[in-house]
């Protein structure tokens, strides 16, 4: 199966990645929203690990706009600094399956992929 990572730290993308990779998956990655937005449209993906601070455009317009065109693979937002409650609701309305806070728990993280 194939997941898109889309971090722009690139120190905790190469460590998920390791992850997932161990784990069996295939793994594309993108580091900015623009990046992000066209692979989630071009490709289909089994799930998406989203950062919704990205550089470019945010993650969570990113997610509104995949969701706008009908795509409907999970998508786990992965955060550290939108914890309140608050950024939790906005991202499951965006269109969200999950929302996972950093540090990430390896074993929480493949429950969800």
């Known amino acids: 199966m194939r997941i898109l990572l889309v971090e722009d730290d690139r120190d905790l993308a190469a460590q998920i990645e390791r992850l997932l990779v161990q784990e069996g998956y295939a793994v594309d990655r993108a580091t900015d929203g623009p990046e992000a937005l066209a692979m989630g449209l071009e490709a289909p993906y089994a799930a998406v690990v989203l950062d919704p601070g990205l550089p470019g455009m945010d993650g969570l317009t990113v997610l509104k706009r ?9 998508v786990i937002v992965l955060t550290a600094s939108r914890t309140e409650i608050a950024d939790m609701r906005e991202g499951v309305r965006a269109g969200a399956t999950n929302y996972l806070l950093k540090p990430v728990d390896n074993e929480l993280l493949l429950d969800w992929v």
Do not use: D
């Open 66 to 74: 995949w969701r706008a065109a009908g795509l409907s693979m999970p």
